[in-house]
């Protein structure tokens, strides 16, 4: 089966990647699309604006066939992390082709510059040279591709977008996924352009604004069952979701942790514990917090997703695990959680599981594929994620992962 694979957030879903959903089916001439998707926590650092599940249909009547979830904790993590475990999830799938969105695409520069990243002595020790600066490390990374390939991909290495692109290619590589490369150029608003107008707004744009004005949520960008699964968590749970909502448990984690708790932490380097202990209880928005541990060698959304480590848990030994025990690559824990599907979903469930991959679309699955939970880090985390998720609400769920099932829609 001819199957393009995409990776996604949709935070929230909206016309834009309607867009980029009918010109990859387009560009790749597929039977299907599969998603792969981060769960309730996005690769910015923050809880996703609605939950994973309504967030998946949207995408299913927006032009996916399958969506299935980026597992904790990669969802939250830095590019190449956030690249390898999701495109380790999508070769469970055997994809033919891996689609993204980007700035530039011009596949050709785009492998080019993944190759050169990858199997380059001069890059290391150039981007080496570069980080001992101290300057953040995508900064660095511009800097050493320049020197290597020339200004003409200066601007490529600073889109967001064309450094997931980048990483993704690079971890198709590493695991030895062989499929096409269909980029799809992004049109309408940058990635960062807050303006809204309704011509294929960002999606930063549009959490911003429904997070100013939460009974708004009616806007021209959004696609009508985007609109709808918004208006249906607001129902239920009276506001929407945003790391704002857990300063005061992030503050409270810190406490708990210490000096020495939050070295364990994920990213958290000796020095900067000292930065954000010190600065507990000062700040009533988690931008001024961030603002308060910005440097030269931080970014803005390294510092967002150390916050979300801190509140979520996710320790050095968590992530270590994960890559010490190779789990993608050896394929140990080869099962996918699927969100939601349609009839070519369930074609591309069906060619997943006759070629060994176990499919979880209710916990029975997990029992039924003799897969233990409990020894499980992946569905740990999701888990105590998950939960931890529904804190500011008031009707707040538990255990979540027990007992809600993939969304079928006909």
């Known amino acids: ?40 926590y996005v690769q910015r650092g923050e809880p996703a604006i609605i939950d994973k599940y309504k967030r998946a249909e949207a995408a299913i009547y927006g032009g996916a066939d399958l969506v299935i979830e980026l597992p904790m904790p990669y969802s939250c993590q830095n590019a190449e992390l956030f690249a390898l475990g999701a495109i380790s999830e999508l070769k469970k799938l055997s994809i033919s082709t891996l689609s993204f969105g980007c700035e530039n695409d011009d596949t050709k520069l785009l492998v080019e510059i993944a190759k050169t990243q990858m199997n380059n002595k001069m890059y290391n020790q150039i981007l080496k040279k570069e980080i001992s600066k101290g300057i953040s490390y995508p900064t660095a990374v511009t800097n050493a591709i320049n020197h290597l390939l020339g200004e003409k991909i200066n601007n490529i290495i600073k889109s967001p977008n064309n450094i997931l692109g980048i990483e993704y290619i690079k971890s198709c590589i590493k695991i030895n996924l062989n499929c096409e490369i269909a980029p799809i150029k992004r ?14 707004d960002s999606a930063s744009a549009i959490r911003r604004s429904i997070l100013m004005d939460e009974k708004k949520t009616d806007l021209n960008s959004l696609t009508d069952v985007s609109i709808e699964t918004l208006h249906k968590f607001y129902e239920m749970y009276g506001k929407f979701n945003s790391l704002d909502n857990y300063l005061n448990y992030i503050y409270y984690t810190i406490l708990i942790l210490g000096l020495e708790g939050l070295n364990n932490i994920y990213e958290v380097s000796e020095g900067l514990n000292n930065k954000i202990f010190s600065n507990v209880l000062k700040y009533v928005t988690v931008d001024d917090f961030i603002k308060s541990l ?11 997703r150390i916050l979300l480590n801190i509140l979520l848990g996710i320790q050095k030994s968590d992530i270590k695990s994960l ?10 824990i080869n099962y996918i959680k699927v969100l939601a599907f349609n009839d070519i979903g369930r074609k591309i469930i069906k060619e997943a599981k006759n070629n060994g991959t176990y499919i979880i679309n209710r916990y029975a699955d997990y029992k039924k594929s003799n897969i233990n939970t409990k020894n499980s880090t992946c569905f740990k985390l999701t888990d105590k994620s998950t939960n931890i998720y529904y804190i500011p609400f008031n009707n707040a769920k538990v255990n979540e992962e027990y007992y809600l099932n993939a969304i079928y829609v006909k």
Request: glycine share 10%; proline share 1%.
């Open 294 to 304: 910005k440097s030269k060698r931080y970014t803005y959304s390294k510092l967002r």
């Open 187 to 200: 049109i309408g608003k940058g990635y960062n352009d807050l303006n809204i107008t309704g011509y294929y």
């Open 323 to 332: 890559i010490s025990q190779d789990l993608y690559n050896n394929n140990k």
């Open 1 to 40: 089966m001819n199957i393009t694979g995409i990776v996604a957030e949709y935070n929230p879903f909206h016309k834009g990647h309607e867009y980029q959903l009918s010109k990859a089916r387009e560009k790749s001439k597929c039977e299907g699309i599969a998603v792969v998707m981060s769960g309730n």
